[in-house]
């Protein structure tokens, strides 16, 4: 079944620990990208990806890092989590950047 | 940078009114596309439509339909007959030049009541 999947789908931690949240897809595309949903902003995008080594900042970059090492794997990181990095988080993927983008089912984070 | 406008941020009709979206979107690309996608309450992202800057006309698909004007900068959706289970938050969204950035609306949200 072709899908997006993110882990945890759950997360409660507190100020400063560092944590990842991963996103895998299993339909060869190239363009990856991870948003934060937060009521009354919608969706606002965090990084994208191009494709393997090729990332950029969306529109709230900062306090999160990602990486591309390979096709498949997106993970997002928050190297040291803050309450206002509280969101749902969602990891989408689309053939090119152009097509339409297929989502995961979202994080709930959650910093204390 | 897109602008991306969803003028609309709440939306009530009683079940098998007719609603239109709309959304308004600026830029300086001559060639983009656009894209329209659902969330439902049960929280997924769900995507509806796609169309780019050439083709102006009119899409339908069953009871969804677009409208598409350039000279205006708008991509409206029209839902007829609405249903419950239209009920949900519609984001507009086209990517920004270079096909890089992907801006969403703040997207609107639809409550269709029996």
């Known amino acids: 079944e072709a899908q997006v999947t993110q882990n945890p789908r759950y997360l409660i931690t507190v100020t400063g620990k560092k944590l990842t949240v991963t996103c895998s897809q299993n339909m060869n595309h190239e363009y990856m990208s991870w948003y934060r949903q937060d009521p009354g902003l919608g969706l606002r995008q965090i990084y994208y990806s191009m494709n393997v080594e090729v990332t950029d900042k969306g529109d709230v970059p900062e306090g999160y890092k990602v990486s591309r090492k390979e096709k498949r794997n997106f993970p997002l990181i928050l190297e040291s989590p803050s309450p206002n990095q509280t969101s749902l988080y969602f990891c989408?993927?689309?053939?090119?950047?152009?097509?339409?983008?297929?989502f995961g089912p979202g994080t709930r984070l959650t910093v204390l | 940078a897109q602008k991306v406008t969803q003028a609309q941020t709440e939306i009530s009709v009683v079940e098998k009114e007719d609603v239109t979206l709309d959304c308004v979107y600026e830029?300086?690309?001559?060639?983009?596309?656009l894209f329209w996608y659902k969330q439902p309450p049960s929280g997924e992202l769900v995507f509806l439509i796609r169309r780019n800057s050439f083709d102006e006309q009119n899409e339908i698909s069953g009871r969804y339909s677009w409208n598409f004007q350039k000279s205006t900068s708008s991509f409206n959706f029209t839902i007829t007959a609405s249903q419950v289970v239209d009920s949900a938050v519609y984001f507009c969204?086209?990517?920004?030049?270079?096909?890089?950035?992907?801006?969403f609306g703040i997207g609107t949200k639809l409550q269709v009541i029996p």
């Open positions: 989408a993927s689309s053939l090119h950047s152009y097509n339409e983008q297929f």
């Open positions: 830029t300086r690309d001559t060639t983009y596309y």
């Open positions: 969204a086209p990517p920004e030049g270079g096909y890089q950035k992907v801006t």
